[in-house]
């Protein structure tokens, strides 16, 4: 007649119980108190036994001399990261003083155009609206400037999370606005002085 069948509850009961008696839980040593069981089912239910009565170790801390590698490395990042940051801010207010360079250059050539030209009412009117429409949408690019400049200022606590990823950001950002401002030179100062040419002749 084969070996009765034994399931794992039964195994982990009867190696407790040898436990606390101070006998080590063998697979003969369970097989004689349980009476019956292969030795290979037995060997089964012993290792997950030991493996669930094995005590739990606990993850040490980090050394400190990793820390202050850590800090070390995290400073010169933040560094960079600030270095570029001023960077593009610098690069977004040489950009801001151009743009505005330019339209005063364009209302000067507008008023010269005007006194050498005698431009007709019409014309005139015509004239203020196109400047008024590019002065809105210069004032369009700085309010989108202001507000690029203060997502860049509040994101300096996500970029101590991750550097890198506030890099990218900044970089995509930083091309943005700044196809954003050439479009806008172009359209004020090249198109515009172009129709006035075109008027002229």
């Keep these: 007649m084969g070996n009765i069948g034994i399931n794992e509850q039964q195994v982990f ?10 006998i080590t839980p063998t697979i003969q040593a369970l097989r004689e108190k349980l009476g019956t069981g292969s030795y290979a089912t037995i060997s089964k239910y012993l290792a997950q036994w030991r493996v669930a009565r094995a005590p739990k170790q606990e993850i040490p801390d980090v050394p400190s001399e990793f820390n202050s590698y850590i800090k070390k490395f995290w400073t010169i990042c933040y560094k960079e990261a600030s270095a570029k940051l001023e960077t593009e801010k610098e690069a977004f207010r040489l950009e801001r003083i151009k743009l505005s360079e330019d339209r005063l250059e364009l209302h000067k050539i507008i008023q010269k155009l005007e006194e050498e030209c005698g431009l007709t009412i019409t014309d005139k009117i015509r004239l203020e609206k196109k400047l008024e429409t590019a002065n809105q949408q210069i004032n369009q690019l700085n309010e989108e400037l202001i507000k690029t400049q203060t997502r860049l200022e509040a994101s300096e606590q996500r970029r101590k999370e991750s550097a890198d990823r506030s890099d990218r950001l900044e970089q995509q950002l930083a091309s943005l606005i700044k196809d954003q401002l050439v479009t806008a030179n172009k359209l004020v100062a090249t198109k515009e002085i172009s129709d006035v040419q075109n008027h002229k002749s």
Excluded at 13 to 22: F, H, N, P, T
């Design 13 to 22: 009961a009867a190696a407790d119980d040898l436990v606390e008696k101070e």
